[in-house]
């Protein structure tokens, strides 16, 4: 066989280290261990088909079960990779076939995942070449995604099925003796109200419990190490397994009264809040601990969306009625919160506010609108750390959809694309719904009022030193389709101003120089690829120009020079370029000869002319060490002779 070596727009990845990937807390159920025996070969170990097809259940670990495989199952000298699908649709003309490699894939979008009887019968005839390059492929698919599939007996493809989950306990325990937290191990043991809350989670959810196990750790000892003055309610503070049982738990079945039969009046005997105490729950469920005006205004602020909101009820709340009725700090103790002598309301209940917000968003479908507007406008700043955003992370992260993340935008885009941005930087990191943000930021690269919020997230992606080729590449594809798809001068400035920022990392400097190399080659268009290059004029070696001094191969410089100063928006963007590239060699007689031999090629010839008495326009007041004046100069060399008195240097009286 010729085994065909395919670079140009196949899926990328990142290499799995197979040391690390063994030494992952790993759990695995007697219904895994059957599957697991399932695909191997008995005589060898190694899998029995080049392509395997795992459908699980979303959520139930499918993907470490597939990584686990290979890392355990594949030869010593096999590459481990984890591909990213990023594409419109399954084609067999887009998955790599390197030899020695086992690749890992994930279909799980609800659109661009979807089978097709074409995609799948074309996996035979690439498990064979798998096969002749000693290679593997294992898909892990969504149950839903396989739907009326029947792919009978194919040569060289396996399918499995993945019905449930491992034990949630186990997986749970395993991940904190993996983290050094035995001892926490000990503690979730010993609570059978614990054990209980955890019971029957799906894979991702337990290595959430894990977290939140390791958060109430750190409350705990952030509160043993802070005594305070005495509760003045006399209660006891919380023990470790108690602060891990309230974090464990649901609140569900608490919950459920709190948000029974909506009233007017709170009374004893009706543990049923108030829509005012509602909307006061849900902003210390945010704040946590805070002044309590501004508690206050904040619970007002979601009350009022909930009343702006198409599925509000006029009047719902009244100002008399809420005079009326109990005062805030009796409604705040009610709610489950304190209030310090300064006034400061205190909610220490991080996991059970995260519960509320959950629970609302969750059983009250119309308060969605009004949760994302209220946290969007809540957010104080556009960082992690700020609660509001922090929370609207959580909600994206976990209910991530098509529908969560196009109302997520279509709210925040228009009034904090930096609370957008911020958010969605989280959400293409997360392993989860990764692709869906991936695939959501490619629609709105398309879409005007998207493109800042795709270039500050494709711009931190790119900037980080440990960025993966898979992810590198899904940036560049992104901020090259809002460089197609925007006419606008704006956004055309921030890409280049992100362009130039990404070109002081050395890696995105390569990724900047392929943009501009396939702009030449006629493979993607001038918009991004002029950007590129522009971009890398501004890189400097030894305080000269890095595309003079050091010229990579895959650049023809005179070229660009000449296209760009052709087109009259471009020239102009252009001049400055070349007049501080002109300016830093004008000290250097060798570098300036050089440079000037340069560019002269490209200020010649048709449609030349006008961009060249503007660039000399520029260099007035430039002089070399000889002191020659640098317009006059390229005016010598550019201008014939007879032309001179029709056409004077720019700058001269007529």
């Given at each position: 066989m010729i085994l065909e070596t395919r670079k140009q727009d196949v899926l990328d990845g990142e290499i799995q280290d197979r040391t690390a990937l063994l030494q992952q807390p790993f759990v695995r159920s007697n219904h895994w261990t059957e599957v697991w025996g399932q695909v191997l070969a008995p005589a060898t170990g190694r899998l029995r088909q080049p392509v395997l097809i795992v459908v699980a259940p979303r959520s139930s670990g499918s993907t470490t079960f597939a990584l686990r495989l290979l890392a355990e199952h594949t030869a010593g000298r096999t590459h481990l990779m984890k591909l990213d699908a990023d594409w419109p649709t399954p084609s067999k003309g887009r998955l790599p076939l390197e030899k020695d490699h086992a690749y890992q894939l994930d279909l799980k979008h609800p659109v661009h995942d979807a089978l097709s009887a074409d995609f799948l019968g074309a996996l035979s005839k690439h498990a064979e070449n798998l096969n002749a390059a000693r290679s593997h492929l294992v898909l892990t698919v969504a149950e839903g995604l396989w739907t009326d599939h029947h792919l009978g007996e194919r040569d060289g493809i396996q399918v499995v099925r993945l019905r449930q989950a491992p034990d949630a306990q186990q997986l749970i325990e395993a991940r904190l003796d993996a983290s050094g937290y035995s001892r926490l191990v000990t503690v979730l043991r010993s609570s059978p109200t614990a054990q209980a809350s955890v019971r029957g989670l799906s894979a991702v959810a337990a290595a959430r419990a894990a977290r939140t196990v390791v958060e109430a750790w750190q409350e705990h000892n952030h509160h043993e190490q802070q005594p305070g003055p005495p509760d003045d309610d006399g209660l006891e503070p919380l023990t470790l397994a108690q602060r891990i049982e309230a974090a464990l738990t649901d609140w569900r079945e608490e919950l459920d009264t709190r948000f029974g039969e909506t009233t007017v009046r709170h009374s004893s005997d009706n543990p049923s809040l108030t829509l005012e105490d509602r909307c006061l729950l849900l902003a210390l469920a945010v704040w946590q601990s805070a002044p309590m005006p501004q508690v206050t205004r904040s619970a007002s602020r979601l009350q009022a969306f909930i009343e702006d909101s198409p599925a509000g009820t006029a009047a719902l709340s009244p100002a008399h009625s809420v005079f009326a009725s109990r005062g805030l700090r009796r409604r705040i103790k009610d709610v489950g919160a304190d209030v310090d002598t300064r006034d400061v309301v205190v909610f220490d209940r991080p996991t059970y506010g995260r519960a509320v917000l959950e629970y609302v968003w969750d059983n009250y479908d119309v308060m969605r609108e009004p949760l994302i507007n209220w946290l969007v406008s809540t957010a104080v700043e556009a960082s992690p750390e700020d609660r509001a955003v922090n929370m609207l992370t959580d909600l994206t992260v976990r209910h991530g959809t098509v529908e969560h993340l196009d109302r997520l935008g279509k709210i925040a885009g228009g009034v904090r694309p930096d609370v957008l941005g911020t958010v969605m930087d989280s959400a293409v990191r997360n392993e989860h719904i990764g692709r869906l943000a991936w695939s959501m930021l490619y629609r709105w690269a398309a879409q005007q009022n998207y493109a800042l919020v795709v270039i500050a997230v494709c711009r931190r992606i790119l900037a980080e030193p440990d960025v993966t080729t898979s992810a590198a590449k899904m940036a560049m594809v992104r901020l090259r389709r809002v460089a197609q798809s925007s006419s606008d001068k704006d956004i055309r400035r921030h890409m280049l101003a992100s362009f130039e920022e990404l070109s002081r990392h050395p890696a995105v400097t390569a990724r900047l120089v392929a943009e501009v190399s396939n702009w030449q080659q006629n493979k993607?268009?001038?918009?991004?690829?002029?950007?590129?290059?522009?971009?890398?004029?501004?890189?400097?070696?030894?305080?000269?120009?890095?595309?003079?001094?050091?010229?990579?191969?895959?650049?023809?410089?005179?070229?660009?020079?000449?296209?760009?100063?052709?087109?009259?928006?471009?020239?102009?963007?252009?001049?400055?370029?070349?007049?501080?590239?002109?300016?830093?060699?004008?000290?250097?007689?060798?570098?300036?000869?050089?440079?000037?031999?340069?560019?002269?090629?490209?200020?010649?010839?048709?449609?030349?002319?006008?961009?060249?008495?503007?660039?000399?326009?520029?260099?007035?007041?430039?002089?070399?060490?000889?002191?020659?004046?640098?317009?006059?100069?390229?005016?010598?060399?550019?201008?014939?002779?007879?032309?001179?008195?029709?056409?004077?240097?720019?700058?001269?009286?007529?």
């Open positions: 993607v268009s001038a918009h991004s690829g002029s950007l590129a290059f522009l971009a890398l004029m501004t890189a400097s070696d030894d305080k000269k120009p890095w595309l003079i001094a050091t010229p990579p191969p895959d650049i023809d410089i005179v070229r660009a020079v000449h296209d760009l100063l052709g087109n009259p928006d471009t020239a102009k963007e252009l001049i400055p370029r070349l007049t501080a590239w002109i300016r830093s060699c004008a000290d250097d007689p060798d570098a300036y000869a050089h440079l000037r031999e340069q560019l002269l090629p490209a200020l010649r010839g048709h449609n030349m002319f006008q961009a060249g008495m503007s660039l000399m326009q520029e260099l007035r007041g430039i002089s070399t060490t000889h002191g020659t004046n640098v317009a006059d100069d390229f005016y010598q060399h550019l201008v014939d002779p007879r032309l001179r008195t029709v056409f004077p240097i720019p700058g001269d009286a007529a």
